[in-house]
């Protein structure tokens, strides 16, 4: 009887252990995917503001990160993720649909840019509204500093 | 009683005298309008966030103009005159509760150390700024020469530090109100104008203007310290 339930709390431990540690892992995933679309917007920030010569390869690059990384973002947030070290905001699981819609919008607006966007005007014209979403998101659902 | 006539053309002394002189007062309302703009800026103006910076670094040029001018501009803008010991600021405060505080022709000893506490902070706002990023597409003029943990915490000082300026300007209204309007000393007017009417004053008065040329000399120093300053530290100064 004993045994058994030695047993039981040592399986259910190491069951919680490795909620705890998948549950940092999805943390460090999803955190991967953000740098990512922040290392990627960099340079496109300085096209935008006119201080780094137009490149379309870059942008176009640029572009199919954010839609990659959107879809692979969807599923790194499930219920029960907000806790640790996170800047992820409890908002996103009381308005999960409106999240999810964001990132999906995201995704949309990067695969329509790609095609619309042909040289430095039509990418100054769009690329805007695409990375607005960043903002729109991080204002609701990121943690402040 | 003396005939009009003979009143306003016999010289009289002014019934003013000056307090403050045109670029203390200059520099004073430029600040406060400028920190108004940056909050506007951010709020209300374009997505790169060009005009906040273009702001933000006018504003660096005042606050180094400000603290020249309190090295070698007029009288009572100077450090030296109004940042009292702290005796000299508790037996203000002490006077201030029993109703019946000394008149200061330029700040009170409270009122010096609160320009100081907001020159201070209004500067690590804008010194922080320099180093901000949104994390997303604007990357301020200072961004490209630290690490990106420098870069992450200036950008949460960036935000942390505005409210605390929020509650001084807060106090620094509340208190200019207040002795304007309930202490008998018109300070609002006095900034504006310059001038207070003549009275007994616990500093020197009249104040000793510093000259206009000086202050040009000195705005010519701030802007070179503060463009001149973000490329020789790697920077580039144009948002
Ligand atoms: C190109 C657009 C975007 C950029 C450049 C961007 C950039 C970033 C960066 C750099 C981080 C910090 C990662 C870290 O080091 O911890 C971050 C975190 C975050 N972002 Fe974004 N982002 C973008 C779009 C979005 C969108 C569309 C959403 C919402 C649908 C979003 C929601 C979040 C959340 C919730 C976090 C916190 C994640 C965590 O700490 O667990 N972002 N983002
Ligand atoms: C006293 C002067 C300044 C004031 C009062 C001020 C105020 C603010 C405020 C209230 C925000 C919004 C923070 C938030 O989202 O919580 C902000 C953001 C920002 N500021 Fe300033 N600022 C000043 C100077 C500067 C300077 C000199 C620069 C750079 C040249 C700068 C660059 C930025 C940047 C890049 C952001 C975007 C950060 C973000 O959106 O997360 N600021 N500022």
């Not at chain 1, 999805?26 to 201080?51: D, N, S």
């Not at chain 1, 699981?93 to 409106?98: D, I, L, S, V």
């Amino acid at each position: 009887m004993r045994l058994r339930l030695a047993v039981f709390a040592a399986f259910a431990s190491a069951l919680a252990a490795t909620a705890v540690m998948a549950q940092s892992d999805i943390i460090t995933q999803r955190e991967a995917l953000m740098k990512e679309f922040g290392r990627v917007t960099r340079p496109v920030g300085g096209m935008l503001r006119g201080g780094t010569p137009f490149d379309l390869a870059a942008v176009q690059s640029a572009l199919d990160i954010y839609a990659k990384n959107a879809k692979a973002l969807v599923p790194l947030f499930p219920e029960g993720s907000g806790g640790g070290e996170t800047e992820a905001l409890p908002s996103i699981w009381q308005k999960k649909a409106e999240f999810d819609g964001l990132l999906d919008k995201f995704a949309a607006d990067a695969t329509a840019a790609r095609a619309a966007i042909t040289d430095e005007a039509s990418f100054k014209a769009v690329f805007p509204g695409v990375i607005r979403t960043c903002g729109t998101c991080h204002d609701s659902f990121r943690k402040k500093s | 009683m003396d005939a009009p006539l003979s009143r306003s053309t016999v010289t009289t002394p002014p019934a003013t005298v000056l307090a403050w002189d045109l670029p203390t007062r200059v520099a004073k309302w430029l600040l406060a309008a400028l920190v108004g703009l940056a909050f506007a800026s951010r709020y209300w103006g374009d997505g790169g966030l060009v005009w906040h910076q273009w702001n933000g670094l006018a504003i660096l040029v005042v606050l180094v103009f400000r603290v020249l001018w309190g090295l070698v501009g007029g009288s009572t803008a100077r450090f030296s005159r109004f940042l009292r010991g702290p005796g000299a600021v508790l037996s203000y405060g002490v006077a201030m509760l029993r109703g019946r505080p000394p008149h200061f022709l330029g700040h009170n000893p409270a009122g010096g150390w609160m320009v100081i506490a907001l020159l201070g902070v209004v500067g690590a706002q804008a010194l922080t700024g320099l180093f901000t990023t949104d994390d997303i597409a604007v990357y301020a003029p200072l961004t490209n020469v630290v690490s990106d943990e420098t870069m992450a915490r200036a950008s949460a000082w960036h935000q942390q530090i505005y409210p605390i300026l929020l509650v001084l300007l807060g106090l620094h209204v509340a208190a200019n109100l207040a002795h304007s309007f309930l202490g008998g000393d018109n300070l609002i007017t006095a900034m504006i104008t310059g001038r207070k009417p003549r009275g007994t004053f616990a500093d020197r008065a009249p104040a000793t203007p510093g000259s206009v040329a000086r202050a040009l000399g000195c705005l010519v120093v701030a802007t070179a310290a503060v463009f001149g300053g973000i490329v020789l530290a790697g920077g580039n100064p144009f948002p």
